[in-house]
């Protein structure tokens, strides 16, 4: 099978053109099209703003809970086109689609613990970026990481975690910050994981195509439990 045969199957089996019942209509739409009267974020800067305006809402306690209808429900079984891919923790309190305030359709979401990165994880993004030309990529850490804290503790005790979690831990260590101690060690960790993850995802051949030519920002931010605000790391 060609390359560009296996990426308009890829397209097919993950947007959901494929459905039951829904085949023949779907024969003749865009895997990749946005459902119509529903302006999508087409730059990195774009794409940043409406996840801030999001945030906003989500804060103040102003959700619109947006693109739920019945008309937005039907034309995505027949497309997606989200703006931005955000990689997260797989953490219960930090959902993306709510902490942003965006609806169905509006953003690939990518949860690991940690936000670390492996293939399957690495794989989805650059799904997102090479295949649906999202433009925004941000890594989105948050206060109180127990996979952070995890990684931490293990590192400070020498004590191996249960089976697949020490994966976690190998892969959080090289950003634990050892200048610090106690919980302020945890914090200031957290934010190097964003980076360190924020950088690997950079650096990325394909993904930093895109990066020196504008089409693409890879970005990191942190989210605090306490005030429901997102804010940008460097």
Do not use: K
Request: hydrophobic residues 45%.
């Amino acid at each position: 099978m060609s390359a560009p045969a296996r990426r308009t199957l890829m397209r097919a089996g993950l947007t959901g053109a494929a459905a039951v019942g829904l085949g023949a209509v779907a024969s003749r739409a865009s895997a990749s099209a946005a459902p119509a009267s529903r302006p999508r974020p087409t730059t990195p800067e774009e794409a940043l703003r409406e996840l801030t305006r999001g945030n906003l809402r989500w804060r103040t306690y102003h959700e619109r809970h947006p693109h739920e209808t019945p008309a937005i429900r039907t034309a995505l079984a027949f497309g997606q086109h989200p703006f931005a891919v955000v990689l997260g923790c797989v953490d219960s309190r930090v959902p993306p689609e709510l902490v942003f305030d965006q609806g169905l359709g509006d953003l690939l979401t990518v949860r690991s613990a940690g936000e670390v990165l492996d293939e399957a994880v690495l794989g989805s993004i650059a799904y997102g970026v090479l295949e649906l030309s999202i433009p925004l990529v941000m890594v989105l850490g948050h206060q109180s990481c127990g996979a952070v804290g995890a990684a931490v503790e293990a590192d400070e005790t020498g004590e191996s975690l249960p089976a697949h979690i020490q994966y976690l831990a190998d892969r959080i260590a090289p950003a634990i910050d050892h200048g610090v101690e106690g919980t302020a060690r945890v914090d200031a960790t957290i934010d190097a994981n964003v980076r360190l993850v924020r950088s690997q995802l950079a650096a990325e051949p394909d993904l930093a195509a895109r990066v020196a030519t504008g089409q693409l920002a890879v970005v990191g931010a942190r989210y605090e439990l306490t005030s429901q605000l997102v804010h940008h790391l460097d």
